[in-house]
């Protein structure tokens, strides 16, 4: 079975915070951010999403970019990544903006876990168990979501990499400075020491900065540092 996949997509101040001190949505990414965060989407076959970064947020990303929505429909995919909602308990409640925004809502929590309450609507169409990351990733490449997306929070971002499950980081540097103590990685994750690669460097509108890297490849840099001023 191949294995899937998985890019962390986040926006981050520049001193690494995601959000202000007293938590909360910090809103840093502007347009340029918001395109290379689509052309992520539109690569994407899914996107996993922390249940407690949804119950902030109150919805999920999605593709409003005309161009790529046409380049998935010309594929043969749907105009939306599938959300991949990760909790430990299952508790999302009935009142976000999530559930009526158009893409396909899949749920991975634990066995244990409540059963979302099928009598109430919306539902997830589907749930997968989660009974540690290497089965999880299993069941959703044998599902077909090759190429994911983890859109965050930070305590499923450090799940992730502290088990080497993060092939690609693409980080959109921020010009702002948060302080507090909303890292996007949390203090205490276990995060190997391995090496990564700069895959691509792109200045965006407003004094962002785009850098891609790759887990263990040798490969150049993909983009110059014209245009860096």
């Known amino acids: 079975m191949l294995r899937p996949v998985l890019r962390l997509v986040l926006a981050v101040s520049l001193d690494g915070r995601l959000a202000p001190p007293d938590g909360g949505a910090a809103q840093l990414g502007g347009p340029g951010d918001r395109r290379v965060l689509e052309e992520a989407l539109a690569w994407a076959d899914g996107c996993l999403i922390g249940a407690e970064t949804l119950r902030r947020h109150g919805s999920t990303c999605l593709i409003h970019a005309q161009d790529l929505r046409a380049q998935r429909s010309a594929a043969g995919r ?11 308990t299952a508790s999302i409640p009935l009142e976000l903006p999530f559930w009526r925004q158009p893409l396909e809502r899949w749920l991975l929590a634990p066995p244990q876990a409540p059963p979302f309450p099928d009598s109430q609507a919306p539902a997830f169409q589907a749930r997968l168990d989660w009974d540690g990351w290497a089965s ?94």
């Not at 749907?78 to 430990?88: E, G, I, K, L």
């Open 78 to 88: 749907s105009d939306q990544p599938v959300a991949v909602v990760v909790s430990r």
């Open 136 to 229: 999880a990733i299993d069941a959703l490449a044998e599902r077909g979501l090759l190429r994911l997306v983890v859109l965050g929070g930070a305590a499923l971002a450090g799940s992730l990499l502290a088990g080497d499950w993060i092939d690609e980081l693409q980080l959109s540097l921020c010009p702002r400075l948060l302080g507090g103590p909303h890292l996007w990685l949390p203090l205490q994750a276990a995060i190997g020491s391995g090496d990564w690669h700069l895959q691509e460097l792109r200045r965006l509108e407003g004094d962002e900065l785009l850098l891609s890297y790759r887990r263990g490849l040798a490969n150049p840099c993909t983009s110059s540092l014209s245009g860096m001023g």
